[in-house]
């Protein structure tokens, strides 16, 4: 038996990356921000939730969704997966006071498998207390990071949000 496909609700708006092939829809009220360059590789997709805090760009500001494509690193398999984001967690821990790896589990991610991991920590630079979870899977190639960042006490209200986000990934 398949798994039944999750339902996302009409009114989200669908990106489509025609170079990398992505597909992920957005709620409405969530702020659109421009892909970017990073030093993993390329965000597809940045939004931020309509409140809770600054317009800042940064974790601790407001909660904020990313989705993030390398092509270097080719499609990771599961384990490759949970060994990178674990690598990258041990280099957050070396950047923030309190820090903990509340979960680190396998997950699907567009039906491919992939790995979950969730980190609280209190950050160095203003002592917010901030909570982020990754999702990573290889696919068509490509190895794909979807993150959401928040504040811990807002953390909650927008994850089911963030879960319609990544149930609505797909690669085409």
């Known amino acids: 038996t398949t798994a039944p496909t999750p339902t996302i609700p009409a009114d989200y708006i669908e990106v489509r990356s025609v170079l990398f092939g992505a597909v992920i829809s957005y709620p409405p009220d969530w702020e659109v921000r421009p892909p970017y360059n990073s030093p993993r590789g390329f ?3 940045h939004v931020f939730a ?3 805090g600054d317009e800042g760009e940064f974790t601790a500001d407001r909660p904020n969704f990313n989705v993030e494509v390398s092509e270097q690193q080719g499609a990771m398999s599961q384990a490759s997966a ?3 984001l674990e690598e990258r967690a ?3 821990m070396t950047l923030h006071e309190q820090f903990e790896v ?3 589990v ?3 991610l567009a039906g491919q498998p992939g790995w979950m991991i969730e980190m609280r920590y209190t950050s160095l630079i203003d002592g917010s207390d901030n909570v982020q979870m990754q999702v990573m899977a ?6 794909y990071l979807l993150s959401y960042s928040s504040p811990a006490d807002l953390y909650d209200e927008y994850l089911s949000a963030v879960q319609n986000m990544i149930n609505s990934f797909r690669v085409e």
């Open 106 to 108: 396998p997950t699907a």
């Open 50 to 52: 309509p409140e809770g």
């Open 90 to 92: 041990f280099e957050l």
């Open 43 to 45: 965000s597809l997709l």
């Open 82 to 84: 949970r060994a990178y």
């Open 138 to 143: 290889g696919m068509a190639g490509r190895t």
């Open 102 to 104: 509340t979960q680190s």
